[in-house]
């Protein structure tokens, strides 16, 4: 689509960016087969300008469906394979000496880009994981008393395997929490299986993909998702939930609670409503608090953990109705 205004959009205008939206989800759904809601809820995270974790066994589909993001956003992509003997000046770029000018020039990292999709996460040693700090949560790099501002959107995805794999090492909670929401994808069933053995679908249909809209479109849509309407009882509502997962020993910081929101947010935005339900935050919570665990036990199994917030939802009543 043109790039549009992001001053007071038109209700048109809105329509249309919501469109687009949802004309590449489809897009995409028709690449990874069979992972209808998790491909809503990744496009989900890229509108409520957040990072993405995706944690699963190698081979089912979690590249692809990171590469297929990239492509629905458009603007600039870099991968990075993680490895253990990646260094931060691999991610962030280093100063290099130039002869011509006497002077040191910046040399730009893969960091420096619209997309960025760190496959492999938790194989890259933490050292280097911890120069993607500053990064995920301020959008620039700083370096050698000087900061470089990332591009505008700027959205990060990360793949990691499980944990008992030979040769990765556990994320830090710091760098969780500056996940917004995690995914676990799952074999796919018979059917979809089928359609990507016939290369109908899967990894060789990533051609067939492109930017649902350009880098201005994104950015209103990320805009209109922000002013979605969030009144003072869906916040009483959070408040609560937030307080019950942290009596329970569960680690919420208060940068997960505004991801929570965010993530609410744009999908109440996806379903062409102005303001968030108490759907849109259930619906939402296992995934943005499943990975950040228990303060008793960070490696708390993903799947245990969502059935600990499932029970905690029923237990804190909602008060409130649309």
């Known amino acids: 689509m043109s790039a549009m205004s992001a001053e007071s959009p038109s209700a048109a205008a809105v329509q249309a960016v919501r469109e687009c939206v ?5 897009a995409l759904c028709r690449v990874v087969v069979g992972k209808d809601q998790a ?8 509108l ?37 003997d990646l260094l931060p000046s691999d991610l962030l770029g280093v100063h290099l000496w130039d002869a011509a000018s006497q002077t040191f020039r910046f040399q ?11 496959d492999e996460l938790n194989r890259i040693g933490p050292k280097t994981q911890s120069s ?9 790099v700083s370096l050698d008393r000087a900061t470089y501002p990332l591009p505008d959107p700027f959205f990060v995805i990360a793949t990691q395997n499980p944990m008992d794999h030979s040769g990765t090492f556990p994320l830090p909670e710091s760098q969780i929490d500056r996940f917004a929401c995690v995914l676990h994808l799952g074999y796919p069933d018979a059917d979809a299986e089928r359609l990507v053995f016939r290369g109908e679908a899967g990894a060789e249909r990533l051609d067939t993909l492109g930017p649902a809209m350009d880098l201005i479109g994104w950015r209103l849509a990320r805009g209109l998702v922000h002013a979605v309407l969030l009144a003072d009882p869906a916040m009483d509502y959070v408040e609560r939930v937030v307080a019950r997962i942290r009596k329970d020993k569960g680690f919420c910081s208060t940068r997960a609670a505004g991801h ?6 744009a999908e109440a935005w996806l379903s062409a ?18 990975h950040r665990g228990t303060m008793d036990d960070r490696r708390l199994n993903r799947d245990d953990r969502r059935e600990q917030l499932a ?12």
Do not use: C
């Not at 300008?49 to 629905?72: F, M, N, Q, W, Y």
């Not at 960091?111 to 760190?118: E, G, K």
């Not at 409503?273 to 499943?290: C, N």
């Open 39 to 46: 491909v809503r809820r990744s496009v989900a995270v890229m």
């Open 22 to 26: 949802h004309a590449g989800l489809k």
């Open 311 to 322: 029970r905690l939802l029923s237990e804190v009543p909602v008060g409130w109705k649309p």
């Open 260 to 265: 929570w929101l965010a993530l609410a947010k």
């Open 273 to 290: 409503r102005d303001f968030v339900t108490p759907d849109d935050l259930q619906t939402t919570l296992g995934d943005v608090m499943a």
């Open 108 to 118: 730009h990292g893969p960091v420096f880009a619209n997309v960025v999709l760190l």
């Open 48 to 84: 409520a300008g957040g990072h993405l974790l995706i944690e699963d066994l190698p081979g089912v589909g979690k590249t692809t469906l990171a590469k297929g993001l990239s492509r629905l956003m458009g603007g600039s992509y870099q991968r990075v394979q993680g490895t253990n």
């Open 132 to 140: 993607l700090m500053e990064v995920m949560v301020e959008g620039q």
